[in-house]
């Protein structure tokens, strides 16, 4: 059985980045675990004890915000 969970990068701070649960958990994670190119924002999977980027995901959550901040400003 393969156990997934996902975390978002809320941000870095020295070796260690700050993420948060789709619970609204925080947790740190030693960067160096992290794949090289990740950035604040980026969706983080955990399967079977390694980190992937969830490209997908991760574009999905910024269209959402986006949108909702375009809303926000409208006139």
């Not at 997934?4 to 619970?23: N, P, Q, R, S």
């Amino acid at each position: 059985m393969t156990i997934k969970v996902e975390y978002i990068i809320d941000y870095f701070e020295g070796g260690l980045a700050v993420c948060e649960t789709k619970d609204g958990k925080r947790v740190t994670i030693e960067k160096s675990k992290l794949p090289k190119n990740c950035k604040v924002g980026d969706v983080m999977k955990l399967e079977n004890g390694r980190f992937r980027l969830d490209k997908k995901e991760t574009e999905r959550q910024r269209k959402e915000i986006e949108n909702l901040m375009k809303g926000l400003f409208k006139d």
